[in-house]
């Protein structure tokens, strides 16, 4: 069973800094890892989707990269603004159970002006 | 629709009655996953339907809950003699296909609010 681990669980600065929200993963055979957020009483926003053959992608203030063999992936937050505030939450997709994803417990955002 | 699409989107039932809860997936999309979050947990998965085949029912908590879906579009996710820990959000999400190396976005609704009273 692929196992989800987001470090640090909450994380609460001033805005303008930038971000570094981890992830990792235990099964590495994954096809596609996909960062999301959650608003408070919302459902998921997809914020990025990294395919396994490639090592990041880009999305405006964000970044994600993909060192599939570690099993770890890490989404960077550029100039933090108090709308980031939510809750992100790193998916892989595929392994030993094709179709699943599994989710980590997630990075609680706070970003405060 | 543009979205996943889920109804209703708050439902107070009492315990012991059944309740029945709708995900129209994004048009065209093949794969289709229900998943429950419980107030202050994660995401637990339920159940993946993928175009005709067979579903992944492995996640389903008791055989009080169960799903279908009807011409591999809309899904309907009933749960039996409800239960208070059955409160929860359910959420359903959508792909073009859950097939690997498809590098295809997950799309999630905005979930049915589920309390048991």
């Known amino acids: 069973k692929q196992e989800v681990t987001q470090i640090p669980a909450a994380l609460s600065v001033p805005e303008g800094e ?26 998921l926003t997809s914020l990025l989707l990294i395919q396994s053959s490639q090592r990041e992608q880009t999305s405006g203030r964000l970044n994600a990269s ?48 | 629709g543009a979205g996943v699409s889920q109804s209703p989107s708050n439902k107070v039932t009492e315990k012991g009655k059944d309740v029945e809860l ?30 005709n085949s067979a579903p992944d029912k492995s996640g389903l908590p008791s055989d009080r809950f169960s799903a279908e879906r009807t011409g591999g579009s809309v899904s309907t996710l009933t749960i039996q003699r409800t239960q208070q820990e059955d ?9 073009l296909t859950g097939r690997s190396n498809s590098g295809n976005t997950i799309y999630f609704g905005e979930g049915s609010w589920l309390t048991v009273v």
């Open chain 1, 66 to 113: 993909l060192d599939k063999s570690s099993g770890r992936s890490t989404l960077y937050i550029a100039a933090s603004q108090p709308g980031d505030s939510a809750t992100y939450l790193c998916a892989p997709i595929g392994g030993s159970t094709l179709g699943r994803l599994y989710f980590g417990r997630g990075t609680q955002l706070t970003v405060w002006p």
């Open chain 2, 87 to 95: 409160s929860a959000v359910y959420l359903c999400a959508s792909s």
């Open chain 1, 18 to 43: 930038n971000l570094v929200l981890n992830c990792s993963f235990t099964d590495s055979a994954i096809y596609n890892l996909q960062w999301f957020r959650q608003d408070p009483g919302k459902g």
């Open chain 2, 22 to 51: 709708r995900c129209d997936p994004i048009s065209g999309h093949t794969a289709l996953y229900w998943y429950r979050q419980s107030l202050g947990q994660g995401l637990e998965f339920l159940i993946y339907f993928q175009g």
